[in-house]
């Protein structure tokens, strides 16, 4: 079984200021794990992903995140955040084959602040 | 890259009458494709998993009888909404995979009001 838990529904933070996002997941396979960010009534746009291999992974709009096994985390950073970040951000948890579900956590809204 | 296109974007439809979503692959080919389910400010709740060919498995919970998937060819999966209520009103979003290690690209989303 699979599992996401996003710490945090809302986070706001001031513009070029750090952004992190934490999410924490739980499996009973190796993850694949993701990112993604959804603006309203859009669909979801993938950040990055985290498959095998290098465990910090770069992504779209200078986010990052990095894959911790040891503390089953994979959360997302940003150095400085900019007024287009606001959005909704899910992380997300797969198994590794193209028919696996993939499993959302609960989301969180990051807000900029001026 | 893979890119899913998802159709209508809205649909406003009167109570019981059934409404018709189609999710497309549109530069590759999709085996399986996953729907879901978003109330406002909530995450995604996958409804079902449709796969190529056979019939689609549901999550506990969602009605089959209501939320008809098919998955007639390898590019096209639709969701038919039977008998909406105003319950039924949601965004529903589609997904397919994207192979190993390939991830899923989703559709743009669906915004269903049921009158």
């Known amino acids: 079984a699979q599992s996401v838990t996003q710490l945090g529904s809302h986070v706001s933070v001031s513009e070029g200021a750090l952004v992190l996002l934490r999410c924490n997941y739980s499996?009973?396979?190796?993850?694949?794990l993701f990112w993604y960010v959804q603006y309203p009534n859009q669909g979801l746009q993938l950040l990055l992903k985290?498959?095998?291999?290098?465990?910090l992974v770069k992504g779209i709009n200078g986010f990052e995140a990095e894959f911790k096994k040891s503390e089953t985390s994979f959360h997302l950073t940003k150095p400085s955040a900019h007024m287009s970040d606001a959005a909704e951000y899910f992380c997300?948890?797969?198994?590794?084959?193209?028919?696996?579900?993939?499993?959302f956590g609960s989301g969180t809204r990051l807000s900029i602040r001026p | 890259g893979a890119v899913v296109s998802q159709h209508p974007s809205r649909v406003i439809c009167k109570s019981g009458t059934s409404v018709k979503i189609e999710c497309r692959s549109l530069?590759?080919?999709?085996?399986?494709m996953f729907w879901y389910r978003q109330f406002p400010k909530q995450s995604l709740m996958l409804m079902a998993t449709?796969?190529?060919?056979?019939?689609?498995?549901?999550e506990q919970g969602v009605e089959k009888d209501k939320f008809l998937i098919n998955h007639a060819s390898l590019t096209l999966s639709t969701l038919t909404v039977t008998s909406a209520h105003p319950e039924d009103s949601s965004f529903y979003i589609c997904?397919?995979?994207?192979?190993?290690?390939?991830?899923?690209?989703f559709g743009s989303g669906t915004r269903l009001t049921v009158v």
């Open positions: 449709s796969n190529e060919g056979s019939k689609a498995t549901y």
């Open positions: 997300a948890v797969s198994g590794p084959s193209s028919a696996s579900k993939i499993i």
């Open positions: 997904s397919a995979g994207l192979g190993m290690a390939g991830g899923y690209t």
């Open positions: 499996s009973s396979v190796p993850p694949y």
């Open positions: 530069d590759f080919q999709a085996t399986t």
């Open positions: 985290y498959t095998t291999g290098a465990t």
